[in-house]
């Protein structure tokens, strides 16, 4: 009998195009689970080449969940997205009692594991006067900003996002607290257990993936996916590595060339951003990319004998 003492959801983590989806599938498939996708662009069927969602074959071994299942118009944000993946676990925890969740959006994955933070309401003016800022003296401004009154968030967040960066200013400003300082509370129980499990590697080895990655990415068609979109910019979902700098080209700020230069410069950056993330939790085990799926099949068995 299933029990809510003995769920136990297993979360992969880990920088971008370090392999956490090929390792999902073969979890999945031992576990015979399900996998919840915790990557705030896969969500989005307009993004397909860029946010680098599993294939067709990868969607067929295992069963998917949140992949391309909304639109870029429909808005959706951290909290909507605990609200509804805990849902779904409950009623996948009804089938079998593990559960996988993988992805690199690590404010995604602790909504699931441990809840969001609270922040209290700021003046909406704060954000009007941010948004001018932005407009006039671009991101860079911003970014420095932050830095200047929250540096812990700085060294954190997602620099590149505006939104995000903006989102942790009003804060600042509105309560004359760091945004970081609302962070980290006493958050909701869940009915779950959890295991995560990190991949790493050397550094110049993850860079040479993502480079790969983006080559990929561009010769499998990025760039005609991403004049599709253009129209719509500005729209939150679009705010993401590999299509803004495209905007860029087609705007004329930057060549073709160099626009991907910056897709991967970025693309890096953000890896970087999110292995600091994820190396904050002392309890992820972290293993090699390399690593065979039979020794890390083997450790999370273990930590589940020792849980339950």
Known sequence: MITQANNTLITIVGPTAIGKTALSIKLANHFKSDILSCDSRQFFKEMEIGTAVPDQEELA?????????????????????????????????????????????????????????????????????????????????LQQKLKELDIETYNNIELENPHRVMRALEICIGTNKTYSSFKNKPKAKRNFKSIKIGLTADRALIYDRINQRVDIMINNGLIDEAKKLYEHKDLNALQTVGYRELFNYFDGTFTKDFAISEIKKNTRRFAKRQLTWFKKDPNTIWFDFNESSSKIIATIEEEIKNER
């Open 61 to 141: 071994e295992a069963k998917h969940h949140f992949i391309q299942d909304r639109s870029i118009f429909e808005p959706y944000n951290v909290g909507e997205f605990e609200r509804d993946a805990l849902q779904k676990l409950n009623n996948l925890f009804k089938e079998n009692n593990t559960q996988i969740m993988v992805g690199g959006s690590g404010l995604y994955v602790d909504a699931v594991l441990k809840g969001l933070d609270y922040f209290p309401e700021v003046a909406p003016t704060i954000r009007v006067d941010l948004t001018k800022e932005l407009e006039e003296n671009g991101i860079s401004s």
